[in-house]
């Protein structure tokens, strides 16, 4: 009782008293050197009296946080003075876009368009780091609505006193979009402080809620109405020198390449990207993954020509239904049925707001054509609305089409084009305890006409309190659904997942809250005469520790019904289990992430029970060890131990990745990634240095070494990159 009264009364005094910060106009110049020296500051106005978001909720921060802002013309500067007497700070790496799990941060957070659905995000700490990120869909979920991707030019310097540090930070408004002659923005600040395990935000926000969630901000207002937004337009040349080895073919590769990247503004609030002849040798590898399931492995995207504004393109549909999947763009099927590079041309993209409420995006790219490869060339685009309706939620609707840009006789008149239209509907209200989606996509192509099997439909809804955590989803997918450009695990299936979760806030100096839940998924087949093909059961108890380890138990119990021969091992060779009929096992796991502030972490499971018609113990561990703020390196280790009976495959499946990261300055970087999985018998080295010489503007020099390891180590592929990046603004 004690609990819903202090929940009643929070929310209504957020009610009655919103915070809101008034940001006086000044005329005189600021020095970012992390000293408040200015006389401005002594007439600014202070925003202070900082809430607990984490251990509690309902109580003001122990370790509170001061800040002041004001304005001229052209920038936007804060002073932020973060009070410990504590030196013992959290840091992981002198990088760009810092991690802040469990490190000490000050985040800022600007909803320039009063929206409560996109904003932009700074962070930094007592070394004057620098993060920026575009925050989309209500920052609700830090895995989706999160793109760090995006990097503006700003200013931040920090100094370490007795008993506080001081942080003073300079932002251009030419850096951010927002409404010509606004006078107001919604506005918060959060603040991690690892000394006191202490969260604390400007305003309050309910821990079962995300740190970020835009539902929950203050009132940000100007002294006068700000000019117009000048974004300038950028020139982003790139030359790329590279000289490799292909050891399978016996092939020597010398190139010398160069392309163009261009940032167009259109009004105050639209920018056209363009892009010649990109090349991407500078992107972090992928991750190998070891595959036991029978789907295709989902990658997450990593050139930042596709990751820009990301949510107004990839976020229809669901992950396992996805109707634009940018990882399909460049690359491509041979005719001997193998993915291969398949380069891109040219491509633009454009993207923002036309008025308060209504986003717009346009996705154009051009790939190549390699008729000894029987790969044509394909157009690819996609047209995207987003419309607000009433407090935050949102409409959209997308046409996404790819297309042969002319007749090829190796291309079945079939597969010449495939096109999707879709509508959907995200539903957000007012404090984030309801969410959820609801759409239709149909497909378009040559050879399918069933109105009816070329759908895809879903329906999401969830209720998120302090307590409870309910979801119901449901999902259909017709037998003639396709997507070229996106990601389907399977078409021609029905699911339908219902999910709880109960919280506890225990009374407890260890654990923050205790959260018992169940999930269950019933799949059925309708292209199998409506088969059912899965029954999925998971129990799970979470525990949730003050000093930020997690503890996790789970029951996993899956009835899998197998349409085709199939091979978890994936084995060379092996005899598959037999099609048609019902697999039944279940298996128990127990998990454990020690706190990240630790210099030396671990993040482990162990999994062992029945699995298919045999068993599978596994583990999957993840040791972290680090000398901040320099040296990082970690090990990832994953083993399964696969037992079916004969004459089915046994195998034991390692992966080993060590990586090694150093950060020699703010500007200065160098990693090395080491994988091996004796699944695909692969062997991959990757290194590179990266040196940030101007703003936005990087030298790259990049190494890859890949090996095929059977019997014996073989080399397939070896390269070196030089590429240099150049970030003119005009």
Known sequence: MKNYLNLFFLVLCNIITAQNYSVKYINDNIIIDG?????????????????????????????QTEFKAVFDDENLYFLVKAYTKEKRFTVYS????????????VQLIFDTFSDATNAFQFQTNHLGLKGDILVSGGNRDYRTDRNSSWDAIWYVESKLYDDYYLTEIKIPFN?????????????????????????????????????GNLAYMGEFNFEKPLGNSKKPVILIPYINAIQGKDFENNYQIKDFDYGLDLKIPIGNSLNLDATLNPDFSQ?????????????????????QFFTQNSDLFSDFGTRESQAFFSRRIGVAKNKKGETVENKILAGVRLSGKINNSTRIGLLNVMTTEDIKNEIPQNNNTLLTFNKKVFSRSNFSFFILNRENTKKYNFVNDSERYNRVIGAEYNLANNDGSWSGKAFIHKSIMPDKSDNKKSLNTSLRITRNSRNHFINFYSAYVGDNHRSDLGYFRRYGVYKFEPTYKYRIYPNNEKILNIEIGHFTSFVFRPLFQNKQELTYNQTSVFISY???????????????????????????????????????????SISYKSPSRNLFTSDSEISYGSFYNGTKFSIQSRLSYRRQPIFNMSLRLNYDSIELPKPYPTRNIWLISPKFELTFTKKIYWTTYVQYTNQSENLGINSRFQWRFAPLSDLYLVYNDNYYTNDKII????????????????
């Open 35 to 63: 000293v408040e020296s200015e006389k401005v500051w002594e007439e600014a106005n202070v925003g202070n009296d900082f809430w607990q978001w984490r251990p509690e909720d309902d109580v003001k921060a122990i370790k």
């Open 283 to 303: 992107v972090e590898v992928d991750d190998q993954i070891v595959n036991t399931t029978k789907w295709e492995t989902r990658l997450p995207e990593k050139r």
């Open 546 to 588: 003050l000093n930020q380890a997690e503890l996790n138990f789970e029951r996993r119990q899956r009835k899998d019904y197998l349409f085709f021969p199939f091979d978890p091992t994936r084995t060379n060779g092996a005899i598959p289990l037999p099609a048609n009929k019902y697999y039944d096992f279940t298996d128990y």
């Open 94 to 105: 002198l990088k760009r876009d810092f991690s802040t799990a469990s490190a000490d941060y």
């Open 715 to 730: 080399p397939q592929f070896r390269s070196i990159n030089l590429k240099l990046t150049y970030w003119i603004n005009i």
């Open 175 to 211: 850096q951010l979009y927002f409404i010509n002659g606004t006078k107001k923005w919604r506005f918060n600040m959060y603040r991690s402080d690892t000394q006191s395990l202490e969260h604390s935000t400007w305003v309050n926000i309910p821990q079962n809620q995300s740190i």
